[in-house]
């Protein structure tokens, strides 16, 4: 919660009120988003990155530690596949980073999350 000084308000007499204070709230998806949408000038960072770190890196190691350490469990491979493909899609039409870079972050969380998963099905397993 951030607290911010409102515009100067005048009373009846046109005397500046200064000590009157708004509290804004700010919500943290549409920080997020705000965030997405200016790094508009980095596109061609977060298209690379999602390209060679999500689908050429991240998604054949998710893929590998389900087959491997997750007993190749059939329904974390769909999962994986599910999260990742509008990842690839979504940047192969060239769309903003607004609108290209949250399944991006979801989909690094969910295959993390799966890493996880698989590593503790291996170790109690």
């Known amino acids: 919660m951030r607290e911010a000084l409102s515009p ?8 500046p009120l200064i000590n009157q204070v ?8 549409s920080t997020f988003i705000n965030w997405c949408e200016r790094q508009e000038k980095n596109k061609m960072f977060w298209q690379g990155l ?7 890196m991240t998604l054949p ?16 491979i769909i999962i994986a596949a599910v ?13 903003r980073t ?3 870079l949250p399944p991006f972050f979801f989909a690094l969380l969910v295959d993390v999350a799966i890493v996880l998963y698989s590593f503790a ?3 109690y397993h």
């Open 8 to 15: 100067l308000y005048r009373d009846h007499n046109g005397i």
């Open 22 to 29: 708004n509290i804004q709230h700010k919500n943290y998806i």
């Open 50 to 56: 999602a390209y060679m770190g999500i689908i050429g």
């Open 61 to 76: 190691l998710t893929l590998a530690s389900i087959l491997f350490l997750g007993g190749a469990n059939f329904s974390l």
């Open 83 to 95: 999260v990742n493909v509008p990842v690839l899609a979504l940047n192969l039409a060239a769309q």
């Open 98 to 100: 607004k609108v290209t």
């Open 121 to 123: 099905y291996f170790l």
